[in-house]
């Protein structure tokens, strides 16, 4: 009893259950959507600066969530649409070309990512014009590379 009452205090407190998060954990799983993709997106923006994927991949692998690896390859790949420059294509082709190798990203997790973002590209090229065209030519580059199969690529929309 003693127990339940000290965690309705402890639950009941200003960002009490943050706090509680911090001792206790709530990895995995456990996360919400929303913060999983924050931290995701985080993760790709550290990357980008940094250029280490052996620390990509690392706290990649701290999220524990496995079968969200999808929201990264997603990501990963609209960040490639949305840039500018060659830097960032080939960055993020080298990272999921490493996380593929290491086995970090499944097929199916790497099949999931690339057909979430076949199916926005048109809402996406509503803002990035060029988006179709830079599709096309990563995903050849990830086939090439070995990191998508000859059916994902070929299912690659195109204008």
Same mark, same amino acid.
């Given at each position: 009893?003693?127990? =339940?009452?000290?965690?309705?205090?402890?639950?009941?407190?200003?960002?009490?259950?943050?706090?509680?998060?911090?001792?206790?954990?709530?990895?995995?799983? $456990? $996360?919400?959507?929303?913060?999983?993709?924050? /931290?995701?997106?985080?993760?790709?923006? /550290?990357? &980008?600066?940094?250029?280490? !994927?052996? /620390?990509?991949?690392?706290?990649? $692998?701290? &999220?524990?969530?496995?079968?969200?690896?999808?929201?990264?390859?997603?990501?990963? !790949? !609209?960040?490639?649409?949305?840039?500018?420059?060659?830097?960032?294509?080939?960055?993020?082709?080298?990272? &999921?070309?490493?996380?593929?190798?290491?086995?970090?990203?499944?097929?199916?997790?790497?099949?999931?990512?690339?057909?979430? !973002?076949?199916? /926005?590209? *048109?809402?996406?090229? =509503?803002?990035? *014009?060029? #988006?179709? #065209?830079?599709?096309?030519?990563?995903?050849?580059? %990830?086939?090439?590379?070995?990191?998508?199969?000859? *059916? =994902?690529?070929?299912? %690659? *929309? #195109?204008?």
């Amino acid at each position: 009893r003693a127990a =339940l009452d000290r965690a309705t205090v402890l639950l009941s407190m200003t960002k009490g259950g943050k706090r509680i998060d911090n001792v206790w954990g709530s990895g995995g799983g $456990q $996360q919400s959507v929303k913060h999983l993709v924050k /931290e995701i997106d985080m993760l790709l923006k /550290e990357y &980008l600066l940094s250029g280490d !994927v052996l /620390e990509a991949e690392r706290c990649l $692998q701290e &999220l524990e969530v496995p079968h969200f690896h999808h929201e990264l390859v997603y990501e990963a !790949v !609209v960040m490639v649409l949305e840039s500018t420059g060659e830097k960032t294509f080939k960055m993020i082709l080298d990272l &999921l070309k490493s996380l593929w190798r290491s086995s970090v990203i499944t097929v199916d997790q790497m099949k999931r990512g690339y057909e979430r !973002v076949y199916c /926005e590209i *048109p809402d996406i090229n =509503l803002d990035v *014009p060029h #988006s179709y #065209s830079v599709l096309e030519r990563f995903v050849e580059e %990830c086939f090439q590379a070995g990191i998508i199969p000859k *059916p =994902l690529r070929d299912l %690659c *929309p #195109s204008r």
